[in-house]
């Protein structure tokens, strides 16, 4: 057990060196945490989580450290309600569920949708990119 926890430090660690970031307690602590959740927290929800455990930091260092890993491309920020940013340690091309009732985010792969037929717009738009977001109920709250 405490062999793989050393391990997975170790590759964060490796991680981070690797796209020149130094490396803080602080940004470890806080990719650390978004490399073992799916649920897109705030950074509200990063600073309670976070020091749950022990005091770390405060909100603006944890913004701060959450800046330079986005910079970096280690983490991304999702927009799906406006105003609020979300953020995600998965950084491949994926989509978005997003439950309106109980207001939990899932990702869905890529290969879950069918590609979009961008053709017709060529003439308008130069598209780089997009991706879905989806709404509707969660398996929780359907059943509910
Ligand atoms: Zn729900
Ligand atoms: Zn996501």
Redesign the pocket.
Known sequence: MERVIADRTDSIIQTLKARGLRVTPQRFAVYANLMHRAD?PTVEQLFHDLNQNAPISSQSTIYSSLQALCEVGLVRE?LLDEGVCRY?A?VAP?H?FRCQCCGKIE?ILWNELPDIDMNHLRSRFQVSGYEVTLYGLCEKCRDR
């Open positions: 897109h999702v995600d998965n994926h978005h990702d």
